[in-house]
């Protein structure tokens, strides 16, 4: 299969640029409730976000796959829509990225369970802890090629901002494959 064919499969076919985002959205998702439910890895508070922002990314491309978008101006601002979401889940793996790195003393200290905080505090209290992370989101359950969970999610998140990126530069053309 030559570049060019690439090109039109993935990149070029407005349907198929949504459906790359979802099905990686859902690969994305699928791996963290495995890890969550067979490593039986406790996710944290930056974890759910990240997650939040993954599913946003996934239900922005389902969205866009069905309605398949004909202006040029609303496949733009979906396709916009999706890059600030895969960057927000950038900065919380960036956030608890630098949480992981810190050394012991300066870790902060750890917050109670998601549930009881819900629970508990106002949601707005509750997404800025989320933001801010805590001690439970320094901790590093599980690595591979000693790269630690939110290290895989934000080098995912990078894919697609990267595939984003060729989409944005490419947009006139491939809305005018249609």
Avoid at 5 to 29: C, H, N, Q, W, Y
Avoid at 151 to 170: A, P
Wanted: with cysteine.
């Amino acid at each position: 299969m030559g570049s060019s064919t690439l090109m039109e499969l993935i990149i070029k076919d407005p349907r198929r640029t949504f459906l790359v985002f979802l099905l990686a959205s859902i690969g994305m998702i699928a791996v963290a409730l495995f890890m969550e439910h067979f490593l039986e890895l406790k996710p944290c508070i930056l974890c759910y976000m990240q997650r939040g922002a993954v599913i946003v990314t996934g239900i922005l491309a389902a969205i866009g796959f069905l309605i398949n978008p004909s202006k040029l101006l609303n496949y733009k601002i979906f396709i916009s829509i999706i890059f600030l979401s895969i960057v927000v889940g950038m900065l919380l793996a960036s956030r608890q990225l630098y949480l992981q790195s810190l050394p012991a003393e300066l870790v902060p200290s750890c917050a109670p369970d998601i549930d009881y905080l819900i629970s508990t505090l106002p949601f707005l209290e509750v997404i800025i802890l989320a933001f801010t992370g805590d001690g439970n989101c320094a901790e590093v359950l599980w690595t591979f090629l000693g790269i630690s969970i939110p290290g895989w999610v934000f080098i995912s998140l990078c894919i697609l901002m990267i595939y984003c990126l060729v989409i944005f530069k490419n947009v006139n053309e491939i809305h005018s494959h249609k």
